[in-house]
């Protein structure tokens, strides 16, 4: 599967949906009651031309293809004619200007239709190109990422292989290197295939309510196998909060973020997780006791373009931007939000996750 292919533009030009139907009845509904309501107000008969032609030009602006904005310009001439012109109830074909109402509604239709097909097909091409660009930018940083633990990998196996007088201390710190650096590929591999999996216009983010709870603290559990030095702390929400997520997506999220918080903020020893409400949405804060991001490298965090020089990892291998951008990417496929913000002491990132329907914390 070519995960870069972008999807075609889908080329009907009339396409029916509830959507635009629900949309379309009820613009036309209101521009009837509209006219009623001024028909009573006043008996000349020109005001129902003005509000009509609005009524047509939004059916068509907010509804995809042609037909409901054909059907719009079409049912309004029977209207203006049969109920708004005098004699009232009355289908009159012989009314001077008639033709010229019908195809005046009608090119604006017409017009409206196209601009705005032209205006959603850009934006979706716009949207597709800074996908790509996001992935392949994310793609190179992979490749590049994965040939430092390799190369340690093989350079660690290849002197136990051809060293067999090393002694067990020797032989322990080169298993402990590449143990780590295996661990380091397996975090660049998930964050791979999530992109993979992110990218596949053929698959949707499945997201069922989960407890914010549960999914923090299989996070958490996995984080102390890794870094049992690290304290860290979760405040449990009062009462039970269920969000609609991914569960394996957001630990992942969750897991960059204390790996980042860990790698990157060199002094960082205490870690804090704090799920919450926020209105209509679930907000996650992971903050740090370290150094802090740098405040220059904050408005390009999360786009995976961050050079190498302003990555101050000590190994020149643990990337921030690319761990940072698999997040976003997660977040944007939930709708949700991301952002980062340094404290006194230390970085807080925080993201929020809509929750659907009416509030879930119980």
Partial sequence: MDILQIPKASTKLFPVSMRDLVISTAIFTCAVEICSLLRFADSSDGFAYPVFVLAVLLIS???TGYLFGSLASLLSVVCINYIFTYPYWVLNFTLTGYPITFLT???VSIITCTLTTKIKQHDRLRAESEKERMR???LRSFSHDIR??????VGATSTLLETPDLSPAQQRVLLADAHDEAEWLIRVVENLLSITRIGDTHTQICKHEEAAEEVLSETVRKFRKRFPHISIKVNVPDGLLLVPMDPILIEQVLANLLENAVIHGETTSQIRL???QDGEYASFSVSDNGRGIPPDILPKLFDGTLPRSEISAADGKRNMGLGLS????IIRAHDGTMEAHNLDTGAEFVFRL?????????
């Fill in 148 to 153: 430092t633990p390799l190369t340690s990998i």
């Fill in 136 to 138: 392949a930018d994310l």
């Fill in 326 to 329: 698999v997040c976003m990417a």
């Fill in 61 to 63: 602006r907010l509804t």
């Fill in 274 to 276: 704090s799920p919450c």
């Fill in 105 to 107: 509604m009608f090119t």
């Fill in 354 to 362: 809509p929750l659907s329907g009416e509030e879930r914390q119980e």
